[in-house]
């Protein structure tokens, strides 16, 4: 078996193992002070991500309510009874436009309300419109589209 000294004698200097080492194979783990970089480089990540997130969600709400109160309009139109409509997912209740009760009334369908989200339910008018998505609020008109709008449309026919 062949065994190697301990100290290699290299021109009258005694070198031993321990300084032959690269520096970078004796740190076994992160410093103290690494580990809280990178949680911080993290949570700057995560605050620029969470309002965009949090919109996303608002708007997915919003268009799952868009389209219950356009499946509830749709209903109307083929026969079903204005009335107490539903609720929106995010506490809404959907709202029937107080001046129009039929189809026949409204000579501009495409620009009518025949549903709205309001906080009351019932029947109502432009004054019970319910801002409840960034700001807007859901209708149907009565042509059978259903909209978000930021402003209140037209209510009497």
């Not at 200097?13 to 076994?28: D, W």
């Not at 605050?47 to 499946?71: D, E, V, Y």
């Not at 309300?113 to 319910?130: A, I, K, P, R, T």
């Not at 008109?141 to 978000?148: E, N, Q, R, T, V």
């Amino acid at each position: 078996m062949i065994t190697f000294p301990s100290s290699v004698d290299n021109g009258g200097t005694n070198h031993n193992n321990e300084s032959m080492k690269a520096p970078f194979l004796r740190r076994v783990g992160f410093t103290l002070v690494e580990l809280m970089v990178v949680i911080a480089i993290i949570m700057i990540l995560l605050g620029l991500l969470m309002p965009t997130l949090w919109r996303a969600r608002l708007k997915a709400l919003q268009t799952s309510c868009l389209n219950n109160i356009r499946q509830q309009g749709m209903s109307n139109l083929q026969g079903g009874t204005l009335g107490m409509a539903g609720e929106c997912p995010m506490g809404a209740l959907y709202t029937t436009n107080k001046y129009v009760q039929r189809q026949e009334e409204v000579q501009d369908l495409s620009g009518t309300v025949m549903l709205f989200e309001s906080e009351n339910g019932g029947e109502g008018d432009e004054h019970d419109v319910y801002p409840v998505h960034l700001g807007g609020a859901n209708y149907v008109f009565w042509d059978g589209h259903a909209k978000w709008h930021k402003d209140v449309p037209r209510f009497r026919p």
